[in-house]
Nanobody, 122 residues
């Protein structure tokens, strides 16, 4: 059973960088043909895909967030990390990490973390 757990600060100040880590257990992030995504849901709004890192370490980002987003991984810890820079209150959301079996073109999420609320406020 694959499990994902998000961790990181729940409060970030405007203009700072939001940093979250997803720790994966029950499966390796380097296993072929699995993709590891970050997704968020602002209060009262729908889900928004942020980006992903593939089993081989390649990254893909949402065009609307690409200039502020970086996703990396630590294979020794089986973790992948989101960094979102220059945050504003509009970045307040519940942030999820998830495993995707389909990739960029045909995303198919089969495992999700529970999500963590990040509030951007001074």
């Amino acid at each position: 059973q694959v499990q994902l757990q998000e961790s990181g600060p729940g409060l970030v100040k405007p203009s700072q960088t939001l940093s979250l880590t997803c720790t994966v257990s029950g499966g390796s992030i380097t296993t072929n043909y699995y993709y590891w995504s970050w997704i968020r849901q602002p209060p009262g709004k729908g889900l928004e895909w942020i980006g992903m890192i593939t089993y081989s370490g390649s990254t893909y980002y949402s065009p609307s967030l690409k200039s502020r987003t970086s996703i990396s991984r630590d294979t020794s810890k089986n973790q992948f990390t989101l960094q979102l820079s220059s945050v504003t209150p509009e970045d307040t959301a519940v942030y999820y990490c998830a495993r995707d079996r389909g990739g960029v073109d045909y995303p198919t999420y089969d495992y999700w973390g529970k999500g963590t609320l990040v509030t951007v406020s001074s």
